[in-house]
């Protein structure tokens, strides 16, 4: 599967959405977050476009329902479903978009690297967001961690 197609099938849902607010976040926070995990895939020594396509898909229950409960667990179905939708086959690679996005909340815990990959991708693009004092601890310690990977000096 290549990130392209999941990006134009995602960016179709995204433009469905009515509420805009939601629309232009889902947009611009899905091709954040897939550019940030594709950076740090490579960085990494992971599949590149895995990452991107977890990017493009990991808040879509989110975006679609407008609403963040439990929108990581409804998430890793949905990024499954749109993937069969396309044409994937390959369950390896259903499995892993399927636990990255399912685990892409889970900052206090290590899990497999592209689960991390997402988690990181989608906190860079966060934090952008945010002020250092709205910060959680777990947040603030995990982008540091981020930051000195990617040789960025930044006093959080
Ligand atoms: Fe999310
Ligand atoms: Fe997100």
């Not at 197609?5 to 805009?20: C, G, K, T, W, Y």
């Not at 607010?21 to 899905?30: E, F, G, L, N, T």
């Not at 949905?78 to 399912?102: N, P």
Request: hydrophobic share 45%; glycine share 4%; with cysteine.
């Amino acid at each position: 599967m290549d990130r392209m197609r999941v990006m134009h099938f995602a960016d179709r849902l995204f433009n469905q959405i009515d509420e805009p607010v939601w629309r232009i976040r889902a947009i611009s926070h899905s091709h954040a977050v897939a550019a940030l995990a594709a950076l740090l895939a490579r960085r990494r020594g992971l599949n590149v476009e895995l990452a991107a396509i977890c990017g493009y898909l990991h808040d879509l229950a989110a975006f679609e329902r407008c609403s963040y409960e439990e929108h990581a667990f409804l998430g890793a179905e949905r990024a499954v479903e749109v993937l069969r939708e396309l044409g994937e086959t390959d369950e390896k690679i259903l499995a892993c978009v399927r636990s990255a996005v399912l685990r892409h909340d889970d900052l206090d815990k290590t899990d497999g690297q592209m689960d991390e990959v997402l988690k990181d991708a989608d906190l860079l693009d966060n934090a952008q967001m945010k002020a250092r004092k709205d910060l959680r601890p777990v947040e603030a310690e995990r982008l540091q961690r981020v930051y000195i990977e990617l040789g960025i000096r930044q006093e959080l």
